[in-house]
């Protein structure tokens, strides 16, 4: 990536109505052992006071920019709008509900140069609203394949990290689509062919009770859509991957 910063980290939060935890996960950021990073927050025209919290956490600290979108156009241009500013050689999502333990960038950058990869992830735990860990770690795999991440959507995307020197940034933007990130995960295996997974639990994925059952919903219709549309799957393939999918899901979540 001509131009790139090489040791620099770009984070990309999409920011849509997030005002009850931003703060909290901008702190996890700047808190964290390595510091050479820049925070990206895209607004998405929050309509609640998401976008005054980001100005001000960003006069505060200079490596935190406000993107602001000029419409509501989703998470998935958030996100693209987000890496078109930015300007690290190495590239980490955090949904700004999220929590990140200190060491998870130093961690998760050792390993990628470790294993001179271009796709790596970590593990994580649930947590209920507060922020507060519930014991549900979710452990992760030593490496993933494009045929396994079809039957098993243990990458989270608050746990990505990526070198954008090896992953050509055609590539990591999303598409427009429910579940854009999963199938982000899918386009980036498909064409580099393998993931490695850094088994040590580094991020909190922060869940409201409340959501959790018209949640399982979507996302069995989403990942559905994926397996249909995106990817253009016979019927027969299409729930041959979705029941492997749902086992793992539901023992990640018991």
């Not at 069995?220 to 393939?237: A, D, H, M, P, T």
């Amino acid at each position: 990536m001509c131009g790139k910063e090489d040791k620099l980290i770009s984070i990309v939060v999409p920011l849509y109505n997030a005002e009850k935890f931003l703060e909290v996960t901008v702190r996890t950021v700047q808190s964290q052992t390595y510091q050479t990073w820049e925070l990206l927050l895209v607004d998405d025209c929050s309509t609640d006071e998401s976008r005054k919290i980001a100005l001000r956490l960003a006069k505060q600290d200079a490596r935190v920019r406000l993107i602001c979108q000029e419409t509501n156009q989703g998470a998935a241009r958030a996100r693209n709008r987000g890496i078109e500013e930015a300007k690290g050689r190495y590239l980490c999502f955090l949904d700004a509900d999220d929590i990140w333990e200190n060491d998870k960038l130093q961690e998760e950058l050792a390993f990628m140069q470790k294993k001179q990869a271009g796709f790596v992830f970590t593990g994580y735990e649930f947590a209920d609203e507060t922020g507060r860990g519930l014991g549900k770690i979710v452990t992760v795999p030593e490496q993933i394949t494009y045929q396994e991440a079809l039957k098993n959507t243990t990458i989270f995307t608050s746990t990505v990290m990526l070198d954008r020197q090896l992953i050509a940034d055609d590539y990591i933007y999303m598409p427009e689509i429910p579940s854009e990130d999963t199938a982000t995960w899918w386009q980036i295996l498909k064409r580099y062919g393998v993931a490695y997974g850094l088994n040590k639990n580094l991020v909190k994925y922060r869940r409201s009770e409340n959501t959790l059952s018209s949640n399982k919903w979507v996302a069995i219709q989403r990942i559905w859509n994926l397996y249909r549309k995106q990817e253009g799957f016979s019927v027969i393939k299409s729930m041959y991957c979705m029941f492997f999918w749902a086992v793992r899901a539901v023992i990640r979540r018991v």
